[in-house]
DNA sequence: CTATATCTGTAGTCAAAATTAAAGAAATGT
DNA sequence: ACATTTCTTTAATTTTGACTACAGATATAG
């Protein structure tokens, strides 16, 4: 089949390592050392297996945006009520906030402030937080179909804030919060939706 | 009184721009070029004047805390009611969050990631959040001592809330939303309120 | 067993970014 | 005027970080 020499290590395995870095740091923040210390390779191992950093790094956004991320949009659909899907998905995301360390979301922090050569990386984000706006619009609008919200109300507006108790989360988590703080700020919600 | 060649330019202007580009660009964002650039002069009269980057970036960050922030914060006590308070803190910050290009508060987005060698600048706006979180708990105590809040109210849970909304705000100017969109994010505060 | 393909390891290259050395310029004080 | 002080200008220097050339290693195909 595949001739040459094989690859000392699982590219997988390899791609999670360098995973837990970027998130850890951000984009900027992870350089070339940490990610390959993380897989324990050299550097040209790095580039034959995911050609550049950047390019690394909208791979590790996909992987993030599968698993980890996939949680609390599961945790948001698999829920009869609106409400408990909102609540299942804001106490996902505390988790996933809370299971790095420094806390936070790899899509929400993962590049805020960048140089202008890394623009790609931060549009990559952004587009990727479009998609999670456009999951909870979804989940609006079912609820609204199943008349759990009035029929007048605006859906983006709603879908915005419960992003932005997201974003609130992952701040205060990156920040050094507790658990218990930050499940404090999900009540607004639950109570806004009542 | 003070002899030398006089320096070619304002000390307070050139502090006032860089402050500009700090704070569109936030603190690794921001090379040692467009700083010089920004006010027009060579290296070594930036070095002169401010000492490094990191001690620029954190008299900038003074700088905004006495002029910009203050807005915000003064609106949040000079208010009889609370919620007056909190609404005006909050669409004064939104002025702030929309009057930079891109948008957000400095002390919010100004270093989020960072390497290893930039933790002070991490820090310093780190206790600024602390210092603009310590005035809402303080303002919250007030409402308290004027019976406009419950005797049981956890003041810190609120006052976290109320931060984090000034935490989505930003973000969410930074992602590029609209006045009108993030104007709508305020209202579940007031109504949290009431 | 030989040729070929692909990986690894060492030791770089290259560019960018913060910082500074050194010489000349422009003010004050005597 | 002259000495002194402090700034400006130009051109490095130094460091760091992403990336790679090249030689040696290890697999498959025939």
Known sequence: MSRGRPRSFDRDIALHAIMEVFWARGYEGAQLVDLTKAIGIAPPSFYAAF????????????????????VPMNALNNSTTL?????????????VALSQTPGGCLLILGVVNCLPENEAARNCLKEARQV??????????????????????NISQIAAFIHGVMQMIS???RDGASRTEIEALINPVLKALD
Chains 1, 2 share one sequence.
């Open 51 to 70: 050609g550049s950093k950047e390019a690394a790094f909208i791979e590790v956004v996909k992987l993030y945006i599968e698993t980890v991320g996939a």
């Open 83 to 95: 409400r408990e899907g909102v609540q299942a998905m804001l106490l996902a995301s505390i988790d």
């Open 132 to 153: 999670t706006r456009d999951l909870i619009v979804k989940r609006l609008r079912r609820a609204n179909a199943e008349n759990e919200l009035p029929k007048k109300a």
């Open 171 to 173: 701040f205060q988590a």
